[in-house]
């Protein structure tokens, strides 16, 4: 119950369009659901994060939406750059826990 | 501000080796956790000490074991190194324990490589 399911595994996309990772979870008591942004040979950065209590949020060129009731959360980068080609990880948790983290999803932007 | 850093990057061991990782937060963060990221398994989560307590434990055998100093300075250590314990190892720290919502800031890992 404590498991994010991220997908796809792998995403490439153009320059120019839209990235769209998807995160499923179990637990309805999770509040909190942050996306890390990871470069090879950097740790992953915290890039944006969501409380259930909206739908939407963005950032700039990230948006997070959130629906409560299919428990998904999905994260999309509009007008995505060869900057962008990075690995993507959701995660969530709750207020006394640690961060649960989806399995990853390696995104390359073609120029 | 200086972010996390880990030492050493990279490190080649052989089976049956043990090994201690060293991670040194941000300043002022009282709260370290550590992460095994493999291809496969994505980012497992190894334990998290705060004040020198160790707070929360993830699924992995004894060999795994960590500790804190008074300066927030953490160190990880595995015994009887398997083949399959080559990954990434993170570290990240934060102002308050994983219960709190304080942002966890990541250092750029330590390379594992097991022989």
């Known amino acids: 119950q404590q498991q994010v399911k991220q997908s796809p595994q792998s995403l490439i996309v153009q320059k120019g369009g839209i990235s769209i990772i998807n995160c499923a979870y179990e637990?309805?008591?999770?509040?909190?659901f942050p996306w890390y942004q990871q470069f090879p040979g950097k740790g992953p950065a915290l890039l944006i994060a969501?409380?259930?209590?909206?739908s939407e949020k963005k950032e700039g060129r990230f948006t997070i939406s959130f629906n409560k009731s299919a428990k998904q959360f999905s994260l999309h980068i509009m007008d995505s750059q060869p900057g962008d080609s990075a690995t993507y990880f959701c995660?969530?948790?709750?207020?006394?826990?640690?961060?649960?983290f989806g399995e990853g999803t390696q995104l390359t932007v073609n120029p | 501000k200086a972010g996390v850093t880990q030492t050493p990057r990279y490190l080649i061991k052989t089976r049956g080796q043990q090994v201690t990782l060293s991670c040194s937060p941000i300043?002022?963060?009282?709260?370290v956790s550590w992460y095994q990221q493999t291809p496969g398994q994505g980012l497992q989560f190894l334990f998290e000490?705060?004040?020198?307590?160790?707070?929360n434990k993830g699924n992995f055998p004894g060999r795994f074991s960590g500790r804190q100093f008074s300066n927030s300075r953490s160190e990880m250590n595995v015994s009887t190194l398997e083949l399959g314990d080559s990954a990434l190892y993170l570290c990240?720290?934060?102002?308050?324990?994983?219960?709190?919502?304080?942002?966890?800031?990541f250092g750029p890992g330590t390379r594992l490589t097991v022989l």
């Open positions: 990240a720290s934060s102002l308050g324990p994983s219960g709190s919502y304080n942002e966890q800031f």
């Open positions: 637990n309805t008591a999770f509040d909190y």
């Open positions: 969501i409380r259930p209590d909206v």
């Open positions: 995660a969530a948790k709750t207020s006394g826990s640690r961060l649960t």
């Open positions: 300043s002022g963060h009282r709260s």
């Open positions: 000490y705060f004040s020198e307590t160790q707070r």
